[in-house]
């Protein structure tokens, strides 16, 4: 019985080449537009972090190079 459930679990070329054919064309189709990619996965994380402001060094209003006094 033993060598009948692994021949069961036997994955041959026959079984396994559209398996990797398939996912090698899902992952060009991703590197030929990766920028875009990323740019709209950075887009949804910046949806669940919310807009981040800049902190302003101390003693500078943000209004050009000179400090407060």
């Known amino acids: ?11 041959g070329p026959d079984q396994l080449m559209p398996l990797t054919s398939g996912l090698a064309a899902v992952f060009a189709f991703l590197l030929i537009f990766w920028n875009k990619v990323l740019v709209a996965l950075g887009r949804i994380v910046n949806l669940f972090k919310g807009k981040q402001t800049e902190a302003v060094p101390e003693g500078h209003t943000g209004e050009g190079s000179q400090p407060r006094e």
């Open 1 to 11: 019985m033993k060598f009948g459930l692994l021949a069961f679990l036997y994955g």
